[in-house]
């Protein structure tokens, strides 16, 4: 994960292995400011990757900021789709 202004770009994997350690670095590029989170750069996932995009933009909205997601990978697509989260999420 690196932040460039008010983007933060992750690659590679999101997925539990990780999840607590990216969570973590999301919720402090979100009190510094990140306004978009692109997932150009992400190889892996599982239903992690959902929960913690969740759990940011819930971060973000609380400090009263909008948070989004930009090219998403069709993985992380379908299983927004898969569970009914596609529109929270506005991917």
């Known amino acids: 994960m ?12 999101l997925t539990l292995a990780n999840a607590r350690r990216l969570l973590d670095e999301g919720a402090a590029a979100i009190a510094e400011g990140a306004a978009r989170f ?17 759990a940011w ?11 989004t997601f930009s090219s998403p990978p069709e993985s992380i697509k379908s299983l927004a789709r898969l569970y009914g989260v596609d529109e929270l999420l506005a991917i």
């Open 38 to 54: 692109d997932l150009a750069g992400v190889t892996k996932v599982d239903s992690a990757a959902l929960s913690l995009m969740l």
């Open 2 to 13: 690196r932040r460039e202004a008010d983007t933060v770009y992750l690659d590679g994997e």
């Open 57 to 67: 933009r819930r971060r973000a909205l609380a400090a009263g900021r909008d948070l």
